[in-house]
């Protein structure tokens, strides 16, 4: 694996199909290795741009060093788009929707080191599931196999910097609209018991064992008022002014 640094980024991202503790075969019967798949958001532009850049470095690498100066007409990359197919023609699930997609792999010989926020070693297996979200380094170099060439992701090492839950992560506001579609400014319009329109991704998860289907908050668009529902209520609606003789 070349160690050009240009070659070498790191990305942070949503991470899917995860053996970082563990080789896998991809395949039955191909060499065991430690892998994840990265599902990095198209918001990310800088990251995207990260990505082409390293890619482009490394077919240079590959020009110069594995494909006899000759740069092929088509060079495949490991990168796809999630709003697409798979290379089998088959399209990407819905957690992949609006993401670049692509997986790294390592030997066996270099398992990666994972650490969590604070860079401590994360010890509990368990910590690292499909859905967290993470800082991986990768290192993208040229590869010329059975006659064929292209661009492959090397896994380094992952930092562990959030959890996966069902409702919206930070990263992913929900936009909150009217039902003309215009964005609600005050907040006081959105309240328990209004009735709206709700964009919801249901997802497969695997967490501590636990296997299920979970539920992803989208947009929100407000159609109407209604009544407020218990523990929705203001503290205006709750309570009436108390003048200082009555606090005893």
Same mark, same amino acid.
């Given at each position: 694996?070349?160690?050009?640094?240009?070659?070498?980024?790191?990305?942070?991202?949503?991470?899917?199909?995860?053996?970082?503790?563990?080789?896998?075969?991809?395949?039955?019967?191909?060499?065991?290795?430690?892998?994840?798949?990265?599902?990095? =958001?198209?918001?990310?532009?800088?990251?995207? &741009?990260?990505? %082409?850049? $390293?890619?482009?470095?490394?077919?240079?690498?590959?020009?110069?060093?594995?494909?006899?100066?000759?740069?092929?007409?088509? *060079?495949?990359?490991?990168?796809?788009?999630? %709003?697409? *197919?798979? &290379?089998?023609?088959?399209?990407?699930?819905?957690?992949?929707?609006?993401?670049?997609?692509? /997986?790294?792999?390592?030997?066996? %010989?270099?398992?990666?080191?994972?650490?969590?926020?604070?860079?401590?070693?994360?010890?509990?297996?368990?910590?690292?599931?499909?859905?967290?979200?993470?800082?991986? /380094?990768?290192?993208?170099?040229?590869?010329?196999?059975?006659?064929?060439?292209?661009?492959?992701?090397?896994?380094?090492?992952?930092?562990?910097?959030?959890?996966?839950? $069902?409702?919206?992560?930070?990263?992913?506001? =929900?936009?909150?609209?009217?039902?003309?579609?215009? =964005?609600?400014? %005050? &907040?006081?319009?959105?309240?328990?018991?209004?009735?709206?329109?709700?964009?919801?991704?249901?997802?497969?998860?695997?967490?501590?064992?636990?296997?299920?289907?979970?539920?992803?908050?989208?947009?929100?668009?407000? *159609?109407?008022?209604?009544? =407020?529902? $218990?523990?929705?209520?203001?503290? &205006?609606?709750?309570?009436?002014?108390?003048?200082?003789?009555?606090?005893?």
């Amino acid at each position: 694996m070349e160690k050009n640094q240009n070659t070498r980024i790191n990305v942070r991202g949503r991470l899917s199909f995860v053996h970082l503790f563990k080789p896998h075969a991809a395949t039955p019967g191909a060499e065991e290795k430690y892998s994840t798949t990265i599902l990095v =958001p198209k918001s990310d532009t800088a990251a995207k &741009q990260k990505i %082409d850049a $390293a890619i482009a470095e490394a077919i240079k690498i590959g020009t110069a060093e594995k494909w006899n100066g000759v740069k092929p007409p088509h *060079v495949p990359t490991p990168i796809w788009d999630g %709003d697409g *197919v798979k &290379q089998n023609g088959e399209p990407f699930g819905p957690e992949c929707k609006g993401h670049w997609v692509f /997986t790294a792999s390592a030997k066996t %010989d270099y398992p990666p080191q994972v650490v969590d926020k604070y860079v401590n070693p994360i010890m509990d297996q368990s910590e690292i599931y499909s859905g967290i979200y993470a800082n991986v /380094t990768v290192n993208f170099f040229p590869y010329m196999f059975t006659g064929k060439k292209g661009i492959g992701a090397g896994l380094g090492n992952v930092q562990k910097v959030a959890e996966f839950t $069902a409702s919206a992560k930070t990263d992913y506001p =929900p936009q909150v609209v009217d039902k003309y579609v215009n =964005p609600i400014i %005050d &907040q006081s319009e959105i309240y328990s018991g209004i009735y709206a329109n709700v964009t919801v991704n249901f997802f497969p998860y695997m967490f501590t064992g636990k296997k299920g289907i979970g539920a992803g908050l989208g947009n929100v668009q407000k *159609v109407s008022d209604g009544e =407020p529902l $218990a523990g929705g209520r203001t503290a &205006q609606q709750d309570f009436t002014p108390v003048e200082e003789e009555e606090l005893y």
